[in-house]
Antibody, heavy 123, light 112 residues
């Protein structure tokens, strides 16, 4: 079964750090670009970051640039998001998602999503 | 980073057809045939319904169709069913040097 499972969410104070993980199974993880997409409570979807299949191309939304770092380990079929200097506005469910079209870059055509992990930034 | 513009809500009766619009700019929707549409039920992850403007992933009903004209993309759902009630989001590639991927604000579809 093709699957993505996120973990690592939780409650963190403003200015703190958190590392999210996404475990992939059921497909050749190393062949696809991967993404993080978040959704604040009651709000819409926001693309956060993408990483190409070989980690050669990495992109970030302006809202997280300089604070978040995306990475992957193809040997472990895993995607990561290191989040530093967290703010209240980073509070959201974070989804990892597979790009169905691109191996390099991202197209927005995300065909596989995880169940999401909740990140709450609050004092 | 500007979101694509969608109506906040649309509604229709079972069996009817509805269309959800998604307006962007010449830098995103208007420049690339990389518009996707997602369906999201409460508490669930989004599901890809349309990609590359009008293509349907395997398993998605042919009641769902997509199109684009200029800077505006559209999702049409024909033969509305109760289970179609959900939030729908459009998404567009916006270029590798700018915003990369932008989403619409979402449209709540109510089946009356």
């Amino acid at each position: 079964e093709v699957q993505l499972v996120e973990s690592g969410g939780g409650l963190v104070k403003p200015g703190g750090s958190l590392r999210l993980s996404c475990a992939a199974s059921g497909f050749t993880f190393s062949s696809y670009s991967m993404n993080w997409v978040r959704q604040a409570p009651g709000k819409g979807l926001e693309w956060v970051s993408s990483i190409s299949s070989s980690s050669s191309y990495i992109y970030y939304a302006d809202s997280v640039k300089g604070r978040f770092t995306i990475s992957r380990d193809n040997a472990k079929n895993s995607l990561y998001l290191q989040m530093n200097s967290l703010r209240a506005e980073d509070t959201a469910v974070y989804y990892c998602a597979r790009d169905s079209i691109a191996a390099a870059g991202t197209t927005g055509a995300f065909d596989i999503w995880g169940q999401g992990t909740m990140v709450t930034v609050s004092s | 980073q500007s979101a694509l513009t969608q109506p906040a809500s649309v509604s229709g009766s079972p069996g009817q057809s509805i269309t959800i619009s998604c307006t962007g700019t010449s830098s995103d929707v208007g420049s690339y045939n990389l518009v996707s549409w997602y369906q999201q039920h409460p508490g669930k992850a989004p599901k890809l319904m349309i990609y590359e403007v009008s293509k349907r992933p395997s398993g998605v009903s042919n009641r769902f169709s997509g199109s684009k004209s200029g800077n505006t993309a559209s999702l049409t759902i024909s033969g509305l069913q109760a289970e179609d009630e959900a939030d729908y989001y459009c998404c567009s590639y916006a270029g590798s040097s700018t915003f990369h991927v932008v989403f619409g604000g979402g449209t709540k579809l109510t089946v009356l």
